[in-house]
């Protein structure tokens, strides 16, 4: 499973129509409290994939994740597209994604707060 972003900007536009004009498969919601934030994630998985391009061998599904919450007490909404070349039900993915970013947090906080990365001037 890799992470679609906007430099990908056709198969980017292409997941969002699927998701937009397609149920998904599979559905998992979950809701967190912690310190200053409330966020509601909902995880959903598609097997659609008409529209996109055939260059992308071996993809299964796609799968969407809508963050909506608050943080210090002000609202937000992300979304983030996904593709995988397995396809899970969305408690599945969902696990994974939770998982992938709490190493991505503890390595920036490493590297934020041991190494002082971000006040680095090596380039």
């Known amino acids: 499973m890799i992470a679609v972003k906007g430099n990908q900007k056709n198969l980017y536009e292409q997941i969002q129509l699927n998701t937009q004009q397609q149920k998904p498969i599979s559905v998992d919601i979950s809701r967190e409290r912690r310190s200053d934030r409330l966020t509601t994630r909902t995880v959903s998985v598609f097997d659609d994939l008409r529209g996109i391009s055939d260059e992308w061998v071996g993809l299964a599904c796609l799968v969407k994740v809508e963050r909506i919450g608050t943080r210090a007490g002000k609202p937000y909404q992300q979304i983030a597209y996904y ?5 899970f039900d ?16 503890r390595l ?3 590297k934020d707060v041991v190494l002082d990365e971000d006040n680095s001037r090596i380039q």
């Open 83 to 87: 593709i995988s070349s397995k396809c």
């Open 90 to 105: 969305a408690a599945q993915f969902a696990q994974g994604i939770r998982g992938h970013w709490g190493i991505e947090n």
């Open 108 to 110: 920036h906080w490493v």
